[in-house]
Nanobody
Framework: QVQLVESGGRLVQAGDSLRLSCAASGGTFNTYAMAWFRQAPGKEREFVAAISRDGLTTDYANNVKGRFTISRGPATNTVYLQMLSLKPEDTANYYC??????????????WGSGTQVTVSS
């Protein structure tokens, strides 16, 4: 069973960039599709981005498309979320998630504990 640990969240200003990392262990990294979700206070958790096992397919939520990029480093067992032009509405706890099949990535079984991103205006 894969374990996921996120890092990189912090307080930034609107317009800044930030890169989140998610280190995977306890499983074979390239057998999992990976994703990022986020949850803001008082709101439901929402999908942000996903990447297939081979890294060739990615999907993004409409409200981050063009600003966020998901990638994975097979040699490091790490998935990244590069975030540009951050907005106050991007403030949330960001979670890394994994699932065996890409078609099920919207309902992943494996979750990290999250990293907080706060964007001040």
């Amino acid at each position: 069973q894969v374990q996921l640990v996120e890092s990189g969240g912090r307080l930034v200003q609107a317009g800044d960039s930030l890169r989140l990392s998610c280190a995977a262990s306890g499983g074979t990294f390239n057998t999992y599709a990976m994703a990022w979700f986020r949850q803001a206070p008082g709101k439901e958790r929402e999908f942000v981005a996903a990447i297939s096992r081979d890294g060739l397919t990615t999907d993004y939520a409409n409200n981050v498309k063009g600003r966020f990029t998901i990638s994975r480093g097979p040699a490091t067992n790490t998935v990244y979320l590069q975030m540009l032009s951050l907005k106050p509405e991007d403030t949330a706890n960001y979670y890394c998630a994994a699932e065996v099949t890409y078609r099920d990535i919207a309902r992943p079984r494996y979750w990290g504990s999250g990293t907080q991103v706060t964007v001040s205006s």
